[in-house]
């Protein structure tokens, strides 16, 4: 996705970038392989290829920062497809709303791989910082309002400043509105039959059965709940990027 996009250069916008394409170039290498392209003068087409060159370092080095401070913001969404595999999708847990609640369960899947990090056993923020320290790209659903304050509150030490793709945000952009448990239902993403009609609130009230009486049945729905949360953004975000790819005629290629 990122070689076959033009706004990552400095002085490029959409609107120079649609030009870019309708003159059949549609990479990184195209743009590099003329010397001259109309309305562009050799002195910047040769600083933009310099560029480039030292962008092509800065993928080859998984440096997801550099892209996401070129792109504009509402292009941000072009790092997925890229570092897909060096994502973390995260969703978190709580007893409420306000700032003050407890964290009780951070789910973090990456690699491949869920890490449930739980209040009172594993939950610290040296341990989402370890489970968080592969990545190099944040996935959420309402995180930027909702899951990352309220880990800040709790951990105000943690480093969470990664670059950050949230889908609740996003979605819309590509046609899909509604919260994650619909969108998960209009893109025709299945539950487990044991949590697929859970909700928050049921989460705030098997953690309260969890702490009161430590029943491990309780404690594992939950985890199933949120270990879904996690799992099924990765989906999401697949086919968020996917629209978005399609609406900006730029080709998409998801493992």
């Known amino acids: 996705m990122l070689r076959n996009s033009f706004v990552v250069l ?5 609107s120079t970038e649609h030009r870019i394409r309708s003159l059949g170039i549609h990479d990184w290498d195209g743009f590099r392989a003329l010397a001259e392209l109309p309305g562009i003068g050799r002195a910047r087409k040769a600083a933009l290829d310099s560029h480039l060159a030292a962008l092509e370092k800065r993928l080859a080095r998984g440096d997801a920062r550099v892209f996401w401070d070129a ?7 072009r790092l997925y497809p890229d570092f897909r595999r060096r994502a973390a999708f995260l969703d978190i847990e709580t007893t409420g709303l306000d700032v003050g609640s407890v964290v009780t369960v951070v789910g973090i899947f990456a690699e491949g791989r869920y890490t449930p990090l739980i209040h009172g056993i594993n ?3 040296a341990a989402v910082a370890r489970a968080l320290r592969p990545a190099r790209l944040l996935v959420t659903f ?5 899951d990352l304050p309220m880990l800040r509150a709790r951990f105000p030490s943690l ?11 996003l979605a819309p952009r590509a046609g899909i509105r509604g919260g994650l448990k619909k969108v998960e239902r209009l893109l025709g993403i299945g539950r487990n039959e044991q949590i697929k009609m859970l909700c928050s609130h049921d989460a705030v009230y ?12 309780a404690l594992r729905l939950l985890l199933d709940y949120n270990r879904a949360d996690t799992e099924n953004l990765r989906r999401v975000a697949d086919e968020v990027c996917r629209r978005m790819a399609r609406k900006a005629s730029i080709p998409l290629h998801l493992p």
Do not use: M, Q, T, Y
Not at 159 to 169: A, E, F, S, T, W
């Open 142 to 146: 309402n995180g930027g309002s909702f």
């Open 123 to 125: 939950l610290s923020e």
């Open 71 to 77: 792109l504009p913001p509402s292009e941000r969404w």
């Open 206 to 217: 098997l953690w309260r059965i969890w702490e009161r009486k430590r029943s491990a049945n």
């Open 159 to 169: 480093d969470l400043g990664h670059p950050h793709i949230d889908l609740r945000h």
């Open 10 to 14: 400095r002085g490029v916008g959409p």
